[in-house]
């Protein structure tokens, strides 16, 4: 084996940057305010100047899209239009506020599929979640034009694409923006990673996330003053240091990512057993993950690159609408069906080196045949 590839590598990535990861937490130590700390806002107010936004650091990227909906007052009888083909998350939450779910394929940039949002949308839908898969912008501005007709919310899960920028209205718009509420999570292994769990909601429209900002802390408007039913949701005062010292290095991550990924195009785009994901002139992509859909035995190739030291992952291996407590709806989703017995996930990390990406590129090349 000549290489042993990592999957993520977060050492790597942190060495460089281990000072000012220090001593933002030495701040923190020092201070101590280790809930609604001084860095919560300040991460809040850099975030936001970055996506030209205004944002709200909440536990996690599973809470923010639970706050997001209630935020738009969606639960009990309201459907929510959702591609079936994403992390669980993006649709438990529907559940979860009382909603019910309706299931849209997705297309060959492994997003929401717009004219099948045509096709599935029912009279109590009330709010599309478009998930940036794979840090792949869903197509917004074909979604905002449907939206406008339609009366219908839109939430963005942007778990995965902190930093994508999409094509709205002749506007480059950074993803997470652009509808009525977008959502980020910061789990360690995404685009901007926190130390452990985090998220956030973020949005053009201040009063929406002052309702965000009240759900997400016991339905509080003032000290003990209590207006709604709300939860506990967050950002550490750590996290939000620790992500204000990663936040000046996400665009440099994401370029190399963009550049790995070119590597892959690249050196794959002739092999006719793979198919690589489409990237339209809309959108820019922050390839969180790069994935390929492959002709032949799926589980055999993934083997093979297992043990050439590449660690290939399916994300996912099935579509959401297949777990046990959705599969009584049975949707017609064809692509997403085919796509999850049939992609594969390269590793993509900032920190891979080029003689790393080539290996891959070889070794892919030389299982898929
Ligand atoms: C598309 C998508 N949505 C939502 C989430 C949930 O984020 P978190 O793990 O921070 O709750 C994730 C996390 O992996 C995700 O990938």
Known sequence: MKYQIQIIDL??????????LDAAIQKVMYHQQF???????????ELGVYLNASVLGVGNGTDALEIALLTLGIGLG??????????????????????????????ETFTICVSDLQ????????????????????????????????????????????????????????????????????????????????????????????????LAQHGQSSKYVHEI??????????????????LPYLDQWNSRRVEIAKMYTDGLVANKLISIGAVPNYATHVYHQFTIVVEGNRDQYMQELQSMGIPVRLYYPKSIHQQKMFSHLNPVLPNSERIQSQMLSL??????????????????????V
């Open 11 to 20: 050492p790597a990535l942190h060495a460089p940057i281990k000072l000012e």
């Open 35 to 45: 809930i609604s700390g001084p860095e919560v806002g300040l991460f809040e107010k």
């Open 78 to 107: 309201d459907e929510v239009l959702v591609p079936s083909f994403s992390y669980f998350a993006s649709v438990e939450v529907i559940n979860k506020v009382g909603a019910t779910p309706v299931f849209v394929d997705v297309d």
């Open 119 to 214: 096709q599935k949308i029912t009279p109590k839908c009330k709010c599309i979640i478009a998930v940036h898969l794979y840090g792949m912008p869903a197509n917004m501005g074909a979604i905002m034009e449907f939206v406008k007709v339609q009366n219908l919310k839109v939430i963005e899960d942007t778990a995965q694409a902190i930093g994508a920028s999409c094509l709205v209205q002749g506007k480059w718009q950074m993803v997470g923006t652009i509808g009525d509420l977008g959502t980020i999570s910061f789990f360690p292994s995404k685009n901007l990673g926190a130390f452990g769990d985090g998220g956030a909601i973020v949005s053009k429209k201040s009063n929406l996330l002052e309702r965000a900002k009240m």
């Open 229 to 246: 039913i709300g939860s506990n949701s967050r950002l550490d005062t750590l996290q939000a240091a620790i992500l204000s010292a990663k």
């Open 347 to 368: 590793p993509i990390h900032p920190t891979m080196t080029n003689e790393e990406v080539s290996y891959v590129i070889e070794s892919v090349n030389r299982v898929v």
